[in-house]
């Protein structure tokens, strides 16, 4: 049995059905660029988020970046953010000329509070939580300290649609938050996308206005601004995608609990929390991290059982790969954790029988039978 970390080809022919058709219907109507598949698609992911704005980008990093910019934050501001990240949100910080300040992680891998607190300067402005994995950070905890300190809150939730925290929808907590469309994320498209959920009316037209050349609503430019809309083609496939979305949080779900049920009690690997229902998080599994003795040895013996594992952002947080302008804080347990976390194949394509063939090598490598 072949089991790849992510199977393009195999995502493709099972959403054949409902996405070629729409493929179709829009290029037989040539609309290419801000046309109505887009606008409707941001009133659906609108309403699936519980926001008042989705406004579409080219991709999950231009999303960041424009709500940075649409926030204010402006050169020598102090952004926290945490060095487990992907290094798109770093990238965002310093090209609005802010100054990224890496903090630790907690134990659940998300950003630490307390670490965010220390990290506070004179000079911070914003805050940016990444919904880690498909599951929440402290956001009520965050958000509490952002108004105690005056920051502003930006979710980067590229990884986190569908999850939420006490029944609020994660993306929803700060001034905005960031979605990104790339083709293996929980909502993917066919190539580049993204996007910026907001509350504020005020961030959704700076947002409009940003991503169209500084464009208002009549054409007329009334600010500077820059060239990230979301394709409208790319917007239909989302739109025909977006149906699907809860069901594959579902199958996730229950592969996570399969792996949580099957791993059980081998003492060299720490899992996630298990999807129960009840609990105050309901996570939506864009990734299964883990944590693993012997990840090395491990991951060879996964690949000759024909099964992909990756490191999460090649195995380096932000920090290790010593880009100049970075403020860097006391990251040990970041540093602790990326010894020995990696990702085991999760998406809604995989079957009971290959997350069984995963759990049964594990246990096999770990004499755990
Ligand atoms: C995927 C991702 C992004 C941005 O992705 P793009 O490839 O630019 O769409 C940003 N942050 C995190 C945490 C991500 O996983």
Same mark, same amino acid.
């Given at each position: 049995m072949k089991i790849p970390f ?157 999850? @939420? ?6 993306? =929803?907590? $700060?001034?905005? %938050?960031? !979605?990104?469309?790339?083709? +293996?994320?929980? *909502? ?26 500084? @464009? ?6 009334? =600010?500077? $601004?820059?060239? %990230?809309? !979301?394709?409208?083609?790319? +917007?239909?496939? *989302? ?24 791993l059980?009690?081998v003492?060299q690997i ?18 299964f991290e883990i944590e693993a003795e012997n990840r090395e040895e491990l991951r060879q013996h996964l690949t000759k059982d024909g099964i992909g594992t990756i490191l999460p952002?090649a195995g ?22 990326f010894k020995k976390i990696m990702l085991l194949p ?11 063939a995963v759990i049964k090598s594990i246990r096999r490598f770990y004499r755990h039978e």
């Open positions: 992510y199977d393009y080809a195999r995502m493709n022919a099972s959403e054949k059905e409902y996405v070629w058709p729409r493929l179709e219907d829009v290029l037989s109507r040539s609309d290419f660029i801000l046309r109505d598949d887009l606008a409707q698609f941001e009133i659906e992911l609108a309403k699936f988020i519980d926001a008042e704005e989705v406004v579409g980008v080219a991709n999950g990093t231009d999303a960041i970046w424009l709500a940075l910019i649409a926030a204010g934050v402006e050169p020598g501001d102090e952004v926290i953010i945490p060095s487990h990240t992907y290094i798109a949100t770093a990238d965002a910080v310093r090209f609005v000329g802010g100054i990224p300040v890496l903090v630790d992680c907690s134990d659940d891998h998300s950003i630490s509070p307390p670490a965010i607190e220390e990290a506070i300067s004179t000079k911070t402005r914003a805050v940016i939580p990444v919904n880690l994995n498909g599951h929440a950070c402290e956001l009520f905890t965050i958000s509490d300290l952002a108004k105690k300190n005056g920051l502003t809150v930006i979710e980067d939730n590229a990884q986190g649609l569908g999850a @939420r925290l006490m029944g609020k929808s994660t993306g =929803t907590f $700060g001034i905005a %938050s960031t !979605l990104s469309f790339y083709p +293996a994320k929980n *909502l993917g498209c066919y190539g580049d996308g993204g996007a910026v959920v907001t509350n504020s009316t005020e961030i959704g037209k700076r947002i409009r206005q940003l991503r169209n050349h500084g @464009r208002n609503d009549e054409g007329e430019v009334v =600010t500077w $601004g820059f060239n %990230s809309r !979301l394709d409208n083609l790319q +917007a239909a496939i *989302l739109s025909s995608k977006l149906l699907h979305l809860e069901s594959s949080i579902e199958k996730r779900r229950s592969l996570a609990s399969q792996y949580c049920e099957g059980a009690g003492e720490k899992l996630p929390a298990p999807p129960t229902q009840g609990t105050d998080y309901f996570d939506s599994f864009q990734n952002w380096k947080a932000v920090h290790e790969f010593d880009l100049p302008g970075t403020k860097v804080m006391d990251l040990s347990n970041t540093n602790k954790i999760m998406n809604q394509y995989l079957t009971n029988d290959e997350v069984d």
